[in-house]
T-cell receptor, first 116, second 116 residues
């Protein structure tokens, strides 16, 4: 399977704990995105990388959230001191730079987080 | 103002009938891209079809077509000959501009249920 993969698929944690999610993009894709999707809503942009550089962060990304893509391949998203409001589906997507709005983002299966 | 509006929270359609899912958008950019994604209950966002703002013809991909009416700022998805496997959430999304704005903005989605 050469699609975007995410691990874990599900995570249950207690409030105050730290969690880390991993995303492996499609191998030749140089851009990687993180989105968050809450129940009944569409995905909301969090951040994106071009190769290893983090080029944009949403205001949704509080200082408890940090994302890395150290070698321009896989990425991790860490949430520190989780809160119940962090419960959501975290989606990763990747794309190949085309320099136009036609660039299509391909999504992984998501990590569903539940904070108790 | 919402950038992407999907006014149909849910739709029920008989198998083999055609269905139109509505999407209107709001942007002041001349160059933008419109995307439709399908999200089954498993959670993965599946890319269906893309329409560029400068494309003169409506996009088609197999049973999917996009009814693009630029003056009305609408980008409705048409699914012909619906199948049971089409039951899912459908999201309309927009990417504005050519450069420097890489994120997708999503609507709230339409839940489509195909009735046998």
């Amino acid at each position: 399977d050469t699609g975007v993969s995410q691990d874990p698929r599900h995570k249950i944690t207690k409030r105050g704990q730290n969690v880390t999610f991993r995303c492996d993009p499609i191998s030749e894709h140089n851009r990687l995105y993180w989105y968050r999707q809450t129940l009944g809503q569409g995905p909301e942009f969090l951040t994106y990388f071009q190769n290893e550089a983090q080029l944009e962060k949403s205001r949704l990304l509080s200082d408890r959230f940090s994302a890395e893509r150290p070698k321009g391949s896989f990425s991790t998203l860490e949430i520190q001191r989780t809160e119940q409001g962090d419960s959501a589906m975290y989606l990763c997507a990747s794309s190949l730079t085309l320099g136009s709005n036609q660039e299509t983002q391909y999504f992984g299966p998501g990590t569903r987080l539940l904070v108790l | 103002a919402q950038k992407i509006t999907q006014t149909q929270p849910g739709m029920f359609v008989q198998e083999k009938e055609a269905v139109t899912l509505d999407c209107t958008y709001d942007t002041s950019d001349q160059s933008y891209g419109l995307f439709w994604y399908k999200q089954p209950s498993s959670g993965e966002m599946i890319f269906l079809i893309y329409q560029g703002s400068y494309d003169e013809q409506n996009a088609t991909e197999g049973r999917y077509s996009l009814n693009f009416q630029k003056a009305r700022k609408s980008a409705n998805l048409v699914i012909s000959a619906s199948q049971l496997g089409d039951s899912a959430m459908y999201f309309c999304a927009m990417r504005e501009g050519d450069f420097g704005n890489e994120k997708l903005t999503f609507g709230t989605g339409t839940r489509l249920t195909i009735i046998p």
